[in-house]
């Protein structure tokens, strides 16, 4: 896979786990949230972002919209 990896500092690029194909972009593992995707090439997007708690609060109400 093509990533690359300092602990505690930076993870991105493309990795497996246990979950299978996994993206990373992590700068700020503080800042870090996980989205959990279904019927596409990756399973989880690990992404850092501002705000973590407003950011997955936005992802799961447009997912509730998305589905109805």
């Known amino acids: 896979m093509a990533g690359a990896r300092i602990p505690g500092v930076l993870q991105a690029g493309t990795f ?11 700068h700020r593992p503080g800042h870090a949230i996980v989205i959990s995707l279904e019927h596409e090439h990756y399973k989880q ?13 936005e992802i799961s109400e447009a ?6």
Do not use: H, K, T, Y
């Open 16 to 26: 497996m786990d246990s979950e299978g194909m996994v993206f990373w972009d992590v």
């Open 45 to 57: 997007l690990i992404i850092d972002v501002a705000d973590p708690a407003s950011a997955a609060q």
């Open 63 to 68: 997912a509730r919209r998305a589905r109805g």
